[in-house]
């Protein structure tokens, strides 16, 4: 399974971005997409998660209210519309396939990783 990610930039404080994850390959399974994302000063952190059917989702606290992860299954792909961002959203985001949503937060489960789209926001 290929993932690509597509959609960051450059933003002011209080903008809005959204990111795209497009799936090839091996995409006739069913899976949970993730996006987490990293910081040259910290460790790879979970963002949100999306079961298969899109009728569950997980966010982390500190996006939870600004950010809303979606699907798109005809077209393997996942979204992830930010807004309100800050500062400290700054950071490469990454597009992940787990099977689990249970344990979607977790870096160590996840199965495939996209190569990464820079989302830089400024104060």
């Known amino acids: 399974v290929q993932l690509v990610e597509s959609g960051g930039g450059l933003v002011q404080a209080g903008g809005s971005l959204r990111l795209s994850c497009a799936a090839s390959g091996r995409t006739y399974d069913t899976y949970v997409m993730s996006w987490f994302r990293q910081t040259p000063t910290k460790e790879r952190e979970f963002v949100a998660a999306?079961?298969?059917?899109?009728?569950?989702?997980r966010y982390s606290n500190s996006v939870k209210g600004r950010f809303t992860i979606s699907r798109d299954n005809a077209k393997n792909t996942v979204y992830l519309q930010m807004n309100s961002l800050k500062p400290e959203d700054t950071g490469v985001y990454y597009c992940?396939?787990?099977?689990?949503?249970?344990?979607?937060?977790?870096?160590?489960?996840?199965?495939?990783w996209g190569k990464g789209t820079l989302v830089t926001v400024s104060s």
């Open positions: 999306i079961s298969w059917s899109g009728d569950n989702t």
């Open positions: 992940a396939i787990t099977s689990d949503l249970v344990y979607s937060d977790l870096s160590s489960l996840v199965d495939y």
